[in-house]
């Protein structure tokens, strides 16, 4: 069956892989935090694994920058896929130090979307498989499916209430590490090479300047989010409206689902206005509703205005997605992708703690507001490097 702009196939076990993945990463980063606590561990202690789990994982897109050209991008998926399955199993152990480990190596979310390994694996492989013309669609779909199996994932929560339910989870979990084998074996004949199939080990020079100045404004870009993470934002809805978490979780679902919508009109808008205006300027906008957010004490009025950031916030993913593998040298789209996803982990890591202490301090606005000032900044910066690919769409 022919699909209009689909090269190869392999993007729809792509697709479906990221749609497994993401629904677990939704549900087990709600879970994994009250599951640590039921475990008897701290919220310290709890707060100070998924920091390791976030840096683990940033250490594996590193690994997966210097190694992942050629035949070793298939290696290093079967490698993590592994890694899932040992992680279901360790949670699934109850074994104190077991858990530590489970936790840490199974790449799982802090925030219920993608910032591990396969993320940037697939988003190299994604212009290889479909049309150039196409490619920001597919991107755009792909990212749909990680932000709509993640709002399922975290609906999902409502169904755990016990023991059993925990464990029930893990195993699905280490079972899902086990299918993502089976499907990378099927296709590893497509995950090999890079995208002119050469086993090309030497990154052009051009690359690795733009890589190391985009890396450090992503991560500038991720410590600005770390301040508004969902569960940060749970937090303050909680101190500011004394908002149950029933509700923040229908708050927060809604808006994940107007996500979706947003990046399923993003092509169109990309392809009028182009890849970097719309990844800026949407950007730029979400960040003005965000800061905007401090000046009221209504509660609908704010979830308004969240409603509307979202509706813009995540418009700049697959635009930023697209127009890199654009302009970067095809043979160097996987490394691009795992360096500049590599740091945003680790920059994102040192943020939350610090909202969750303002907040704390009844500093309610600050979080918000350094969020959006940071991000307008790197919006702009973005678009003084590299406006003369404005027209690129």
Do not use: C
Not at 44 to 52: E, K, N, P, R
């Amino acid at each position: 069956m022919k699909i209009k702009g689909v090269i190869d196939h392999s993007i729809f076990f792509i697709m479906t892989l990221k749609a497994i993945r993401v629904f677990m990463f939704g549900l087990l980063s709600i879970i994994l935090p009250n599951f640590l606590l039921y475990s008897g561990f701290s919220s310290l202690d709890a707060g100070l694994i998924i920091t390791a789990s976030i840096i683990s994982s940033s250490m594996m897109n590193i690994l997966t920058g210097l190694f992942a050209r050629g035949k070793n991008a298939y290696n290093l998926m079967m490698i993590f896929s592994i890694f899932i399955v040992i992680s279901g199993m360790s949670l699934f152990s109850f074994n104190r130090y077991l858990v530590i480990f489970g936790s840490i190596i199974g790449m799982i979310s802090a925030t219920g979307t993608e910032t591990g390994p396969f993320g940037s694996l697939e988003q190299a492989l994604i212009p290889k498989f479909v049309k150039g013309e196409y490619t920001t669609f597919y991107y755009s779909i792909y990212n749909i499916i990680g932000y709509l199996f993640s709002v399922l994932g975290n609906y999902s929560v409502y169904f755990t209430g016990n023991l059993s339910a925990f464990r029930f989870y893990f195993i699905i979990y280490s079972l899902s590490g086990l299918f993502f084998i089976i499907i990378y074996t099927m296709i590893k004949n497509n995950l090999y090479y890079d995208a002119d199939g050469k086993l090309n080990r030497t990154v052009n020079e051009e690359t690795k300047r733009i890589a190391l100045y985009t890396g450090i404004l992503f991560s500038i870009d991720s410590f600005a989010g770390g301040f508004i993470i969902q569960s940060i934002l749970a937090l303050w809805l909680k101190h500011f409206f004394d908002v149950d978490m029933n509700l923040q979780g229908i708050i927060l679902g809604t808006g994940g689902l107007i996500t979706v919508i947003s990046l399923y009109i993003t092509p169109g808008i990309a392809k009028r206005f182009g890849l970097l205006n719309t990844m800026v300027f949407s950007h730029i906008l979400s960040n003005i509703f965000l800061i905007s957010i401090t000046f009221l004490n209504s509660l609908y009025s704010v979830i308004l205005l969240l409603y509307l950031r979202q509706a813009f916030s995540q418009m700049d993913v697959p635009t930023r997605q697209s127009f890199f593998m654009k302009i970067i040298d095809k043979n160097d789209r996987t490394y691009f992708s795992s360096f500049t996803n590599m740091p945003r982990g680790f920059a994102q890591a040192g943020s939350p703690w610090i909202a969750g202490l303002l907040i704390s301090m009844n500093l309610l606005a600050a979080p918000f507001i350094i969020s959006g000032s940071l991000k307008i900044v790197y919006d702009l910066t973005i678009f003084s490097i590299f406006k003369n690919y404005r027209n690129i769409k």
